[in-house]
């Protein structure tokens, strides 16, 4: 049994394509039946998010296992595309288990080290699971990868620094008040920004959510989403004199507020601090404000600081998130080379029984009228004689199970012994190894993408 993937994600393909080739939790269910007909397919999984759709496979045949996942895509996306297609990558084996094992713990993710992903996983294995449409070594996969997932993340610092503006902004916020809960929020904008700092506001207890934008409609729209107040833009410094927290980006091409405008607004705040964050680029408000007694102004370059040196953060627990998935890797790789010692040693103790049986029939014929006693020891001396036969290939075959040998000494004994063993094929395009390196370059290729989400919100998976 093999394992393959055929994916594309958010670094390889491009919106309209990830669209197309999107899986509904509620639709998996009734597909993943129809990927397990296909030629060679014995299991399959679907992972599906925004940002990526994989099809996991167990295949009794690499290339054409690989083949099939494709047809069926082709097929469900109405999309002629060759098997090498840019669009998609395709690791098998070895490089399989490991592509999912840094899903997992989000080390593939656009946000590196998100957690969200891990529980897509889980619900992609658990969606297998109850379609049937998953296997013994998919089920042991998946579990496994889930542990690696929870692993790195309890055992290192991955997800504990924002990587995302609008995160940042809440992170220091945090650092201001030390606890948002019970403090109101004044978000100033209806854009994309604003509407992701507003989730995370929320997320974090704030008492209250006004917002106000130069379009009412709009500000009404993003109020209405967490339950706040819009309020016109003309009252805006009204609402100033209650905030504990202001976060401002609108396309203003000048300053929304100045200096005089916030003395006014603090003459009336006696001894209450008030935290301004502008994520505006131009800036939404005057940089003098922060010279004001009990007023905190930090703009969009003092979050990509935040920013880039939490991402330098998370690349140093990356570097240990790999140790534990190598670690999980080698575990998994001994379990899947015990896949292919075990039938054979059964295969060998039941050629062993029937020769032992046949013989001893015939023995017992040709000694004519014996007891039962006496035919009970030549029954043990038959049965003592093959096991001390088999007692040395079988103590080999289990001393190389968890190794990459395992598989090697496998075929022999087969060859040597002349066995029949279901289900087994000769080791073609398989990559299992027990003393595979202990990989951390690709490191640098996911940590030098997520430098880029420093201007997202958090996209996931």
């Not at 002629?80 to 690791?91: G, L, V």
Request: aromatic fraction near 6%; charged fraction near 25%.
């Amino acid at each position: 049994m093999f394992i393959v993937v055929v994916g594309l994600n958010h670094k390889t393909a491009p919106v309209e394509v990830r669209e197309r080739l999107a899986f509904s939790s509620r639709a998996i269910p009734e597909i993943l039946p129809q990927i397990n007909k296909y030629e060679k397919v014995a299991g399959s999984v679907i992972l599906s998010t925004c940002n990526r759709m994989e099809i996991y496979a167990a295949v009794t045949d690499v290339e054409a296992g690989l083949k099939s996942i494709h047809d069926f895509l082709r097929k469900y996306a109405n999309i002629d595309f060759d098997d090498k297609h840019q669009y998609f990558y395709s690791p098998t084996n070895e490089n399989a288990v490991r592509h999912l094992f840094k899903v997992a713990a989000g080390l593939d993710s656009m946000v590196l080290g998100e957690s969200q992903i891990l529980g897509q996983v889980r619900e992609a294995y658990q969606l297998a699971c109850d379609s049937g449409a998953s296997n013994n070594v998919l089920n042991t996969l998946f579990q496994q990868a889930i542990t690696v997932g929870k692993r790195v993340r309890t055992e290192t610092d991955i997800d504990k620094n924002a990587v995302s503006i609008s995160y940042a902004a809440i992170e220091k916020a945090k650092q201001v008040f030390g606890t948002l809960s019970g403090y109101s929020c004044l978000i100033i904008g209806a854009g994309e920004m604003s509407e992701l700092t507003a989730k995370h506001l929320v997320a974090n207890g704030v008492s209250s959510v006004v917002v106000s934008n130069r379009s009412f409609e709009r500000a009404q729209l993003l109020a209405e989403q967490f339950k706040g107040k819009a309020v016109k833009f003309d009252y805006l410094l009204d609402h100033l004199e209650e905030a504990d927290i202001v976060i401002s980006c609108t396309a203003s091409p000048k300053y929304i507020l100045n200096l005089e405008q916030l003395q006014q607004v603090m003459t009336k705040r006696i001894n209450r601090k008030i935290f301004f964050i502008d994520i505006a680029v131009p800036r939404d408000i005057d940089p003098a404000i922060n010279d004001l007694p009990g007023v905190t102004l930090l703009d969009i370059d003092d979050l990509h600081h935040v920013v880039d040196r939490n991402l330098a953060e998370r690349k140093k627990e990356a570097i240990k998130g790999v140790k534990i998935l190598e670690e999980e890797l080698e575990a998994f790789l001994k379990w899947v080379n015990s896949l292919f010692v075990i039938p054979t040693i059964a295969a060998l103790k039941e050629k062993g029984k029937e020769i032992k049986e046949r013989e001893l029939a015939k023995a017992i014929n040709k000694l004519g009228n014996i007891t039962s006693k006496e035919e009970k020891v030549i029954s043990i001396l038959a049965s003592a004689i093959v096991n001390s036969l088999l007692h040395d290939p079988i103590l080999n075959l289990k001393t190389h199970a968890n190794t990459s040998q395992g598989h090697l000494y496998s075929e022999i004994a087969q060859n040597l012994f002349n066995l029949e063993v279901q289900g087994q094929q000769k080791k073609k395009n398989i990559e299992v190894m027990d003393n595979h390196p202990k990989n951390t370059d690709f490191i640098e290729s996911f940590t030098n993408e997520a430098m880029v989400i420093a201007k997202r919100g958090g996209a996931n998976g």
